[in-house]
């Protein structure tokens, strides 16, 4: 198994239309053959010293049976439609795709 952290910084003013196109996506991302989990995530304000919030931030967290169900995941039809509806409003995207220790 593998983990993603998918960080997507959204232009400003973006948050709320691109976190419904994403979830719109998500259905069609959890039938895929390998998916076990899908979830955006915003970060949330605390008094934790040491955290950075951020409000145009987006963090997916994923989980898949393998590098190869991941790969396959980023050419789906769906998701190829989905990178064209948020590019636009999307400034940049960062990946980390970690295995357990």
Not at 60 to 66: A, D, F, L, M, V
Request: hydrophobic share 50%; glycine share 2%.
């Amino acid at each position: 198994m593998i983990r993603v952290i998918a960080s997507v910084k959204v232009k400003e003013g973006k948050l709320q239309e691109f976190l419904a196109i994403f979830n719109a996506n998500i259905p069609s991302v959890l039938e895929e053959d390998g998916c076990i989990e899908y979830v955006p995530t915003v970060d949330v304000a605390t008094s934790l010293d040491s955290q950075q919030v951020d409000n145009q931030l987006v963090t997916i967290i994923e989980k898949w049976e393998s590098v190869e169900a991941l790969e396959a995941h980023l050419k789906a039809p769906h998701m190829v439609e989905y990178v064209n509806a948020v590019s636009d409003i999307v400034e940049d995207v960062a990946l980390k795709v970690l295995q357990d220790a």
